[in-house]
């Protein structure tokens, strides 16, 4: 332990000379790591550690405890004074082309920062573009901050204007996200490339030490776990030891790489699920970084907080107003080393939510509903953006489900625009208050804040959704993006069996089970696991889980005997609710103890059945 945590001092070192990005993250991880086990708990400080301490330290625990509750009132008095104010007039000389004269300035707070204001660029001849939809808007900025007559000139940017003239655009822009997020299995490659990019400069008598990521780069191992061990208070120790012993070699090679590179930083094993990492602590949705401007004066840049990664589901990131989503490794691997992801001006499904769910509907079923609807329009390679009054009742954690899922529903993304409560979560998770009134004023100074009042964007199409109409659902009878309700189960399932099994003469047939005293049959369940990145995000899914526990176990219900059961949340922030809110011990009570933190059924990682089963 001494080594470990000596190792990572050198590397908050060094983190802390590196650029402004990773400054903001620190709060919310120093939240997670509370809870970690003793092999997790040195490493799960690391990336906090690497965030200089400028922003980071003040943010204790308890104070992001507070937040949620003080700041609700608070939040609607920054809306005034958050609102963007003009800087004092300074002689601003932007680094590339400015063509639509957007290079401006931002004072919030005592500090002032540079940025391309949209609403400039309107006035200088991108006339319409704030009736853009929001996920345009993002990449619109990202295409003026780097114009350089050369990837990016006058007429890409153009171009997103003309797409308000037919929704839809051929145009091939170059797209460059603010970082990159990975997870360990395609993640491994990408640190390898780079070792390997080393060796052939130091070769070449070159300074090896040059090669790192052009952008920030989170690698969070996750997808490594396995429930071996489950239904014991000890299940999680020992699943985390095996993973250890299986992987030695692996986290090594990983834990250089965190200290080797610039740019780079490792999320230990036993922290949680990358997305849920991702959300809870990493993501900022406005990102800084410190540059010279073309008079070689040091600037602070804020732009929108966007990011690629190597796992389908970094979509997740869009319920927190983070343009993001999966990309292959090559892809991941340029962007990393600072090359433009080259794709081109989307259409974007626009998606109205009305009214609210009923009491006793989850976001899982909505997001269950908003799957099968889309698939149905098709909306591959679009982008998805949801709009309407609807969006007023749903929490940011709902939001991060439904988006989560644009893998299943075929989007690139499903974009949620900032907004109060993505506000209230950037508080109640322990963001730096200077960089939450940074996200309140930049939003409103960009035309990117959303409010009931907002005038529907431009959208190529647009579907709507009455939030009251949704029901209690499963997804299933085998893909996860198909739908039953609950209601219908019975019916499809015997369907089922029939239909695509032939099995519908043995649907009471039990079988025997060797060594054992009792029998199993067709539709038994034999895995029953708490855990997907689209779930375990949710509060109020899991405080929903434990609640259910607790109302079992009053009524003095038994899980069978060939149900293999687990728990494992996508971070340690749920053990902490519902250790406090004292249902864990009512899972537990039902065998459903902790067996780790990070991505296991739905990956595979389910571990063995018991043989005989």
């Known amino acids: 332990k001494p080594k470990k945590k000596a190792a990572k001092k050198k590397a908050a070192k060094k983190a802390s000379k590196k650029k402004a990005p990773a400054k903001k993250k620190t709060p919310v991880k120093k939240a997670q790591a509370r809870k970690a086990t003793r092999k997790a708990a040195p490493k799960a400080k690391a990336p906090a550690k690497?965030?200089?301490?400028?922003?980071?330290?003040?943010?204790?625990?308890?104070?992001?405890?507070?937040?949620?509750?003080?700041?609700?009132?608070?939040?609607?008095?920054?809306?005034?004074?958050?609102?963007?104010?003009?800087?004092?007039?300074?002689?601003l000389q932007p680094l590339g082309t400015n063509s639509f004269d957007a290079y401006s300035n931002l004072k919030v707070g005592n500090k002032n920062y540079v940025y391309y204001d949209l609403k400039k660029a309107e006035e200088n001849g991108l006339e319409g573009v704030s009736r853009l939809p929001f996920s345009l808007k993002v990449l619109l900025e990202n295409l003026l901050r780097f114009e350089d007559g050369r990837t990016v000139n006058k007429a890409d940017i153009s171009a997103v204007k003309d797409w308000l003239k037919t929704r839809?655009?051929?145009?091939?822009?170059?797209?460059?996200?603010?970082?990159?997020?990975?997870?360990?299995?395609?993640?491994?490659?990408?640190?390898?490339?780079?070792?390997?990019m080393r060796n052939a400069v130091a070769k070449l008598g070159g300074d090896p030490?040059?090669?790192?990521?052009?952008?920030?780069?989170?690698?969070?191992?996750?997808?490594?776990?396995?429930?071996?061990?489950?239904?014991?208070?000890?299940?999680?120790?020992?699943?985390?030891?095996?993973?250890?012993?299986?992987?030695?070699?692996?986290?090594?090679?990983?834990?250089?790489?965190?200290?080797?590179?610039?740019?780079?930083?490792v999320v230990?094993?036993?922290?949680?699920?990358?997305?849920?990492?991702?959300?809870?602590?990493?993501?900022?949705?406005?990102?800084?970084?410190?540059?010279?401007?073309?008079?070689?004066?040091?600037?602070?840049?804020?732009?929108?907080?966007?990011?690629?990664?190597?796992?389908s589901h970094t979509t997740m990131i869009n319920g927190l107003s983070v343009l993001g989503w999966g990309v292959g490794g090559i892809e991941a691997e340029a962007a990393m080393l600072?090359?433009?992801?080259?794709?081109?001006?989307?259409?974007?499904?626009?998606?109205?939510?009305?009214?609210?769910?009923?009491?006793?509907?989850?976001?899982?079923?909505?997001?269950?509903?908003?799957?099968?609807?889309?698939?149905?329009?098709?909306?591959?390679?679009?982008?998805?953006?949801?709009?309407?009054?609807?969006?007023?009742?749903?929490?940011?954690?709902?939001q991060a489900t439904i988006a989560n899922m644009a893998p299943e529903y075929g989007a690139t993304c499903g974009f949620f625009p900032i907004?109060?409560?993505?506000?209230?979560?950037?508080?109640?998770?322990?963001?730096?208050?200077?960089?939450?009134?940074?996200?309140?004023?930049?939003?409103?100074?960009?035309?990117?804040?959303?409010?009931?009042?907002?005038?529907?964007?431009?959208?190529?199409?647009?579907?709507?959704?009455?939030?009251?109409?949704?029901?209690?659902?499963?997804a299933g009878p085998k893909r996860p993006q198909d739908r039953v309700d609950l209601t219908g189960l019975s019916d499809s399932f015997a369907a089922t069996l029939g239909g695509e099994y032939d099995k519908a003469a043995e649907a009471a047939t039990r079988f025997d089970v060797e060594?054992?005293?009792?029998?199993?049959?067709?539709?038994?369940?034999?895995?029953?696991?708490?855990?997907?990145?689209?779930?375990?995000?949710?509060?109020?899914?899991?405080?929903a889980a434990g609640l259910v526990a607790k109302k079992a176990r009053a009524l003095g219900l038994e899980v069978k005997p060939w149900v293999k059961t687990s728990l494992a949340p996508g971070s340690q922030v749920v053990t902490e609710y519902l250790e406090k809110a004292g249902l864990q011990k009512e899972l537990d009570g039902l065998g459903f103890d902790l067996v780790g933190y990070g991505c296991t059924t739905c990956i595979g990682n389910s571990g063995p059945l018991p043989p005989a089963i």
């Open 338 to 398: 600072g090359q433009p992801v080259t794709m081109m001006i989307p259409e974007v499904v626009g998606f109205k939510l009305t009214g609210k769910l009923n009491e006793g509907v989850t976001a899982t079923d909505l997001v269950l509903k908003v799957v099968e609807m889309l698939r149905e329009l098709g909306v591959v390679g679009k982008f998805v953006e949801y709009f309407g009054g609807g969006l007023d009742h749903l929490s940011l954690e709902d």
């Open 515 to 543: 060594d054992e005293n009792f029998t199993i049959g067709h539709g038994d369940v034999t895995i029953a696991a708490i855990t997907s990145c689209t779930n375990t995000s949710n509060p109020s899914v899991l405080i």
């Open 50 to 91: 690497k965030a200089p301490a400028k922003k980071a330290a003040p943010k204790a625990k308890a104070p992001a405890k507070k937040a949620p509750a003080k700041k609700a009132p608070a939040k609607k008095a920054p809306a005034r004074k958050a609102a963007p104010k003009a800087a004092p007039k300074t002689n």
């Open 168 to 196: 839809k655009s051929t145009r091939e822009i170059a797209y460059r996200p603010a970082r990159v997020l990975m997870q360990d299995f395609t993640g491994v490659p990408a640190v390898v490339d780079l070792a390997a």
């Open 268 to 311: 230990p094993p036993g922290t949680g699920i990358c997305h849920q990492v991702n959300l809870e602590y990493l993501a900022q949705a406005v990102w800084t970084r410190t540059e010279k401007d073309g008079a070689s004066k040091t600037v602070e840049m804020a732009y929108p907080d966007t990011c690629v990664g190597t796992d």
């Open 419 to 474: 907004d109060a409560e993505t506000i209230k979560y950037l508080r109640a998770t322990g963001r730096d208050k200077a960089r939450v009134d940074l996200v309140e004023a930049y939003a409103k100074a960009q035309g990117m804040f959303r409010t009931s009042d907002t005038p529907d964007p431009v959208f190529t199409e647009t579907l709507e959704l009455d939030l009251g109409s949704v029901v209690p659902a499963l």
């Open 209 to 265: 030490k040059r090669i790192n990521p052009q952008v920030p780069v989170d690698l969070v191992i996750d997808h490594s776990v396995m429930v071996d061990k489950f239904g014991t208070q000890t299940a999680f120790k020992e699943n985390v030891d095996l993973e250890y012993e299986r992987n030695q070699e692996r986290y090594e090679f990983l834990r250089w790489g965190s200290q080797a590179f610039d740019n780079f930083r």
